[in-house]
């Protein structure tokens, strides 16, 4: 009787399954509805190349991109503060305590224009691609501008860049992005 009561117990969760199973492809199926938005981050060398370990004088360029990778135009608000920092450093010590180190702007000489909001077509990308000692040849900004402050050549130790950005696409869920990466100067 034990069994037969494990074995009912398994038929009612398989039969919940298969009933639930139209529903699951009914939601996933609206949602395609909405082109997916995706972020892509990483910190390039001089070279252009990825990278998490950089030697001391070189530059560093901090890439960071949204693209449209659905088959419909995505519009959005922006609900960032102008005067958070983008990309901001952080030195960690020996103790694995992180203390700030500065940023690729400073918030007061820029605001980014995020309440006017964008509209991405399928297969754009937002880009914002700036590097710490302020090369114009190597910026990109097409979302706003930049202004750089002047950084001088990060020393020799370890740093994380981490934030967090999020968009309001009108006809889907909030897009959160939070980014921790862990890099080293030799």
Known sequence: MKGLEVFKGKWMVFLMMIHSIPIV??????????????????LLNASGNPAISFTEGEDIIFDYRIVNSGNEDITWKGV????????????????EDKLPFGSVYDPSLILFDLELGRTLAPG?????????????????????????????????????????HMLEPTKSENFHVHVYLDFEVI
């Open 124 to 164: 754009e990308e937002v880009v914002i691609r700036v590097t710490w000692l302020g090369d114009l040849n190597e910026t990109e900004v097409n979302w706003g501008g930049v202004s750089y402050p002047g950084n001088l050549s990060l020393p020799k130790g370890k740093y994380i860049v981490e934030f967090e």
């Open 80 to 95: 960032n503060e102008g005067q958070i920092p983008i990309f901001p450093v952080f030195s960690v010590w020996k103790n």
């Open 25 to 42: 492809t009914g939601c996933f199926e609206e949602d395609m509805e909405v082109a997916p938005l995706e972020a892509q981050f990483q």
